[in-house]
């Protein structure tokens, strides 16, 4: 690996060297390791963890409460901090532990009953599709998917047609799915959802997966036009792990929806039969979370919009499609990502290779990447005819030396 101070960028970066270098300088992993695991657990900047570790010492010298209480002013900046990067008001955002725990509570809250449709698109996280065949098990919902275009990502005609057959009581959708560098039109099926409501205002709800979204591309519920939108901080955010928050729309909380399992924190114990609500977004969270992840994430969404979101999303669109064009160069490499637009996440598979010994191989080289597996993504694995992939999601501190280092080790690897 080269020093930092050589470091080599493309042509077209939209940051310059001694911006890049200072990411870097302020991020102490990018010293220690070539990280290409971006989609699974971004590199942290210095900055937030010292916010988390600085809210655990204070925790252990006056106690959590006590500590928390004299932090309550950076929670609240949690909430403001989030809003801004969603495009919404703070009394819309709850902070959860996850975005499979933001994804959960929204799913929760849906009034269904035996018979009502999912409508979903066939490159859903595997998470949210186990949670849908409970349902199916547990309920008797049914689930209908959108059909793939022949580029890949939803088929917005064959997705207008089903929500008007199955008038379904959810429609969910996956920008940027685990197993695929695909991002789904999400500006073009809010329009398609926008314009279903005026004829059926009423009887769908859609929840949109942002897991891989935040932290690599703008977001804008205003445009995105989503009832709830879920979140991590681990990935591209660089937040630290164990952390997410949901976005929840007016809509929702005057409709009174609230999630199966709401606990004191969303709602008040009034009467020995009776509870009242919180009439805000924390009617989705727990009473208890771990403040001093809610202070990382905090520090990381400060991090991320005072860089700007739209450069990060040029940058990181441009070292994925650096890095999908070299790989394709190699002897049988096959790379797999689909879609009229391409994000962060490159999947390749080798032929008469294992994915084990390539990450492994990959990991004494000091450079990080991850397998994915069939069972992560089967309806696309299926498609595509495939077993597994390995992933490599490079983000805005990564370097074209670093991208270069990666390419080499895989040509040695696989000969």
């Given at each position: 690996?080269k020093p930092?101070?050589?470091?080599i960028?493309p042509?077209?970066?939209?940051?310059?060297?001694?911006e890049?270098q200072k990411?870097?300088?302020?991020?102490?992993g990018t010293?220690?390791?070539?990280h290409?695991?971006?989609a699974?657990?971004?590199?942290?900047p210095?900055?937030?963890?010292?916010?988390q570790l600085?809210?655990?010492?204070l925790?252990?010298?006056?106690?959590?409460?006590?500590?928390?209480?004299l932090?309550?002013?950076?929670?609240?900046?949690f909430?403001?901090?989030a809003?801004?990067?969603?495009?919404?008001?703070?009394?819309n955002?709850a902070?959860?532990?996850?975005?499979t725990?933001?994804?959960?509570r929204?799913?929760?809250?849906?009034?269904?009953?035996?018979g009502d449709?999912?409508?979903?698109?066939?490159?859903?996280?595997?998470s949210?599709?186990?949670?849908?065949?409970?349902?199916?098990?547990?309920?008797?919902?049914?689930i209908?998917?959108?059909?793939?275009?022949h580029?890949?990502g939803?088929d917005?005609?064959d997705?207008g047609?089903?929500l008007?057959k199955?008038?379904?009581?959810?429609?969910?959708?996956?920008?940027?799915?685990?197993?695929?560098g695909?991002?789904q039109p999400?500006?073009?099926?809010?329009k398609?959802?926008?314009?279903y409501?005026?004829?059926?205002?009423?009887?769908t709800w859609?929840i949109?997966?942002?897991?891989?979204y935040?932290?690599q591309m703008?977001?804008?519920v205003?445009?995105?036009?989503c009832?709830?939108?879920s979140?991590?901080?681990?990935?591209?955010l660089?937040?630290p792990?164990?952390?997410?928050?949901?976005?929840?729309?007016?809509?929702?909380l005057?409709?009174?929806?609230?999630?199966m399992?709401i606990?004191?924190?969303?709602?008040?114990w009034?009467?020995?039969?009776k509870y009242?609500?919180?009439?805000?977004?924390?009617r989705?969270?727990?009473?208890?979370f771990?403040?001093?992840?809610?202070?990382g994430?905090k520090?990381a969404?400060e991090?991320?919009?005072?860089?700007?979101?739209?450069?990060?999303?040029?940058?990181?669109?441009?070292?994925s499609?650096i890095?999908?064009?070299k790989?394709?160069?190699?002897?049988?490499?096959?790379?797999?990502d689909?879609?009229?637009?391409?994000?962060?996440?490159v999947?390749f598979?080798?032929?008469?290779?294992?994915?084990?010994?390539?990450v492994?191989?990959l990991?004494?080289?000091?450079i990080?990447?991850?397998a994915?597996?069939r069972?992560?993504?089967?309806?696309?694995?299926?498609e595509k005819g495939i077993?597994?992939?390995?992933?490599?999601?490079?983000?805005?501190?990564?370097?074209?030396d670093e991208?270069d280092?990666?390419?080499?080790?895989?040509?040695?690897?696989?000969?």
């Amino acid at each position: 690996m080269k020093p930092d101070n050589q470091i080599i960028l493309p042509s077209q970066s939209v940051f310059t060297v001694e911006e890049v270098q200072k990411f870097r300088n302020e991020t102490a992993g990018t010293k220690n390791v070539i990280h290409l695991n971006n989609a699974g657990s971004g590199l942290m900047p210095d900055i937030v963890t010292e916010a988390q570790l600085n809210h655990i010492k204070l925790e252990s010298e006056i106690g959590g409460y006590e500590a928390s209480a004299l932090r309550a002013d950076t929670v609240k900046a949690f909430y403001d901090q989030a809003s801004l990067l969603f495009n919404c008001k703070p009394a819309n955002i709850a902070f959860t532990a996850s975005a499979t725990d933001s994804f959960t509570r929204a799913l929760s809250s849906i009034p269904f009953k035996a018979g009502d449709v999912i409508l979903t698109d066939c490159d859903d996280f595997v998470s949210n599709q186990i949670q849908f065949l409970s349902l199916q098990k547990s309920l008797g919902i049914k689930i209908v998917h959108i059909n793939n275009a022949h580029l890949g990502g939803v088929d917005l005609n064959d997705l207008g047609e089903k929500l008007r057959k199955h008038l379904p009581r959810l429609l969910a959708i996956t920008h940027i799915p685990t197993n695929s560098g695909l991002v789904q039109p999400v500006d073009a099926i809010a329009k398609i959802f926008s314009d279903y409501l005026k004829e059926y205002p009423d009887k769908t709800w859609y929840i949109l997966d942002a897991c891989q979204y935040a932290g690599q591309m703008k977001l804008d519920v205003q445009k995105l036009r989503c009832d709830f939108l879920s979140v991590t901080s681990r990935k591209f955010l660089r937040g630290p792990r164990g952390t997410g928050a949901l976005y929840i729309s007016d809509k929702v909380l005057q409709a009174g929806l609230e999630p199966m399992f709401i606990d004191m924190r969303g709602a008040e114990w009034i009467e020995k039969d009776k509870y009242k609500q919180q009439p805000d977004a924390k009617r989705f969270e727990d009473w208890e979370f771990a403040y001093s992840t809610v202070i990382g994430t905090k520090a990381a969404i400060e991090y991320c919009r005072n860089i700007g979101e739209d450069k990060i999303w040029h940058q990181v669109k441009m070292l994925s499609g650096i890095t999908r064009q070299k790989l394709s160069e190699i002897n049988k490499v096959k790379v797999l990502d689909r879609g009229p637009e391409q994000g962060g996440l490159v999947t390749f598979t080798v032929k008469d290779s294992d994915p084990i010994l390539i990450v492994s191989e990959l990991l004494k080289r000091k450079i990080n990447v991850v397998a994915s597996y069939r069972a992560f993504g089967v309806i696309d694995f299926d498609e595509k005819g495939i077993k597994w992939v390995v992933r490599a999601s490079p983000h805005y501190y990564n370097t074209l030396d670093e991208i270069d280092a990666f390419i080499e080790s895989v040509k040695e690897i696989i000969a």
